[in-house]
């Protein structure tokens, strides 16, 4: 299948929109998702949309609060960002000691989305999430093999007390996407759609998880792991909250997404 790359870094775009990063065109299509559409087991439909092939790092929002001071540290409304917004920041627009090319962490839903809708973007759904984060390196659904989930729960495993590594620096997916996996959790633009209902004090081995009080997925199924510990996660949050290992990239509809004439 061919992979569209469409890349803006560096160009000054007009309107007070910021330079965008590279983009992958994603063909979308039928979803064996954990979230069924319709409550049970029908396939989620994923319409074509493109997609950042990595997280935004420090350096570039850095450059976002320079242009938009109004997500600096010291401006953001207490409404949108929590005390801990971008708390290992030396300064207003300095991100100190931590790696430029490193995903930026402890950013609001709300920062986050001011961030892509500055490049004519948004937070990615969560079934587009879900489909680009199913490929592994030559596959378009590696849900089904036990070594990737292996993988991938390894890294859930793992106590969190440094500082994320840089983007980019593991082999993309079959998408031509990077660190889907293994290296920040991510924010969704429909975070507040999911839910957990279920009493977590109960024993019952069927306990359930709802999704937008109509989908239900049994929580005793390991190939839904990786996936429903994102979903708990983000179920948890609420939009001004922040973490030190939750971080986004942006997404588009494929009708606002400029693609480049097929190479030969």
Same mark, same amino acid.
């Given at each position: 299948?061919?992979?569209?790359?469409?890349?803006?870094?560096? *160009?000054?775009?007009?309107?007070? #929109?910021?330079?965008?990063?590279?983009?992958?065109?994603?063909?979308?299509?039928?979803?064996?998702?954990?979230?069924?559409?319709?409550?049970?087991?029908?396939?989620? $439909? #994923?319409?074509?949309?493109?997609?950042?092939?990595? &997280? #935004?790092?420090?350096?570039?929002?850095?450059?976002?609060?320079?242009?938009?001071?109004?997500? &600096? +540290?010291? &401006?953001?409304?207490?409404?949108?960002?929590?005390?801990?917004?971008?708390?290992? !920041? +030396?300064?207003?627009?300095?991100?100190? @000691?931590?790696?430029?090319?490193?995903?930026?962490?402890?950013?609001? !839903?709300? %920062?986050?989305?001011?961030?892509?809708?500055?490049?004519? @973007? /948004?937070?990615? +759904?969560?079934?587009?999430?879900?489909?680009?984060?199913?490929?592994?390196?030559?596959?378009?659904?590696? /849900?089904?093999?036990? &070594? !990737?989930?292996?993988?991938?729960?390894?890294?859930?495993?793992?106590?969190?007390?440094?500082?994320?590594?840089?983007?980019? *620096?593991?082999?993309?997916?079959?998408?031509?996407?990077?660190?889907?996996?293994?290296?920040?959790?991510? !924010?969704?633009?429909?975070?507040?759609?999911?839910? #957990?209902?279920?009493?977590? /004090?109960?024993?019952?081995?069927?306990?359930?998880?709802?999704?937008?009080?109509? *989908?239900?997925?049994?929580?005793?199924? /390991?190939?839904?792991?990786?996936?429903?510990?994102? $979903?708990?996660?983000? *179920?948890?949050?609420?939009?001004?909250?922040?973490?030190?290992?939750?971080?986004? +990239?942006?997404?588009?509809?494929? %009708?606002?997404?400029?693609?480049?004439?097929?190479?030969?």
């Amino acid at each position: 299948m061919k992979r569209h790359l469409i890349t803006f870094a560096c *160009a000054a775009l007009l309107g007070g #929109v910021a330079a965008a990063g590279e983009y992958v065109a994603l063909p979308g299509g039928a979803l064996r998702s954990v979230m069924p559409a319709d409550g049970k087991d029908a396939p989620a $439909i #994923v319409a074509p949309f493109s997609m950042r092939s990595a &997280q #935004v790092s420090n350096a570039e929002f850095r450059q976002f609060v320079l242009a938009h001071p109004e997500w &600096q +540290r010291v &401006q953001a409304p207490a409404v949108l960002a929590a005390p801990t917004y971008l708390a290992a !920041w +030396r300064g207003a627009a300095d991100h100190g @000691a931590l790696a430029p090319d490193a995903p930026v962490t402890n950013v609001s !839903w709300h %920062a986050a989305n001011a961030f892509c809708a500055s490049e004519g @973007a /948004r937070l990615p +759904r969560w079934h587009e999430w879900e489909y680009a984060a199913a490929a592994d390196a030559t596959r378009a659904d590696a /849900r089904d093999d036990p &070594q !990737w989930l292996e993988h991938i729960l390894n890294w859930y495993a793992h106590p969190a007390s440094t500082p994320p590594s840089r983007v980019r *620096a593991n082999a993309p997916n079959f998408y031509g996407l990077y660190d889907m996996h293994g290296l920040v959790w991510e !924010w969704v633009e429909d975070y507040s759609a999911l839910f #957990v209902s279920a009493d977590s /004090r109960s024993q019952d081995p069927r306990k359930q998880l709802d999704y937008c009080g109509g *989908a239900a997925l049994s929580l005793g199924d /390991r190939r839904n792991y990786a996936v429903l510990m994102r $979903i708990a996660l983000l *179920a948890a949050m609420e939009g001004a909250q922040d973490g030190g290992y939750l971080g986004f +990239r942006c997404a588009r509809d494929a %009708a606002n997404t400029p693609h480049p004439k097929d190479s030969p």
